[in-house]
C-alpha cells in the first residue's frame, strides 16, 4: 500500500516556476515508478512526466520538455516535479501517482497503469 499527498501548488505568472512535491508512505516506494498528470477544467486527465524506480529514467510529454524535470529521493520517499517557464495551459490539477507496470513508453504513460493516486494540487498560470 502507497499513501501519496502532493503540495506545492498555487498561482504564478506566465514564465514563472512551480516546484510540486509528493510524500510516498509505505517500505516499497522505491520499488515503484512515479508519475505526474494533470487534468484541466473540462478536459481529461493527460500524462506529465514519469520515473523509473531507481531515478535512471525519465519521460515526459512532448509540450513540458525542456520546461519540467521529474526527480525522486528514495532515502525520503519523496517526488518532485520542477515545473519552469510555466504558461497558461500548463493550469490544470497535477496528481502524482505510484505504479509497479515494467518501465517503458507508452505504456507508463497511461493512467490505467497506476494503481495509486494522491489528491491532487492546484496549479493556475496567469497571463
Known amino acids: 500500500q502507497v499513501q501519496l499527498v502532493e503540495s506545492g501548488g498555487g498561482l504564478v505568472q506566465a514564465g514563472g516556476s512551480l516546484r510540486l512535491s509528493c510524500a510516498a508512505s509505505g517500505r516499497t516506494f522505491s520499488s515503484y515508478a512515479m508519475g505526474w498528470f494533470r487534468q484541466a477544467p473540462g478536459k481529461e486527465r493527460e500524462f506529465v512526466a514519469a520515473?523509473?524506480?531507481?531515478?535512471?529514467?525519465?519521460i515526459y510529454r512532448d509540450s513540458v520538455k525542456g520546461r519540467f524535470t521529474i526527480s525522486r529521493d528514495n532515502a525520503l520517499n519523496m517526488v518532485y516535479l520542477q515545473m519552469n517557464s510555466l504558461k497558461p495551459d500548463d493550469t490544470a490539477v497535477y496528481y502524482c501517482?505510484?505504479?509497479?507496470?515494467?518501465?517503458?513508453?507508452?505504456?507508463?504513460?497511461?493512467?490505467?497503469?497506476?494503481?495509486?493516486w494522491g489528491q491532487g494540487t492546484q496549479v493556475t498560470v496567469s497571463s
Open positions: 520515473i523509473s524506480w531507481s531515478g535512471g529514467s525519465t
Open positions: 501517482a505510484a505504479s509497479q507496470v515494467s518501465w517503458g513508453f507508452p505504456r507508463i504513460a497511461g493512467d490505467d497503469k497506476y494503481e495509486y
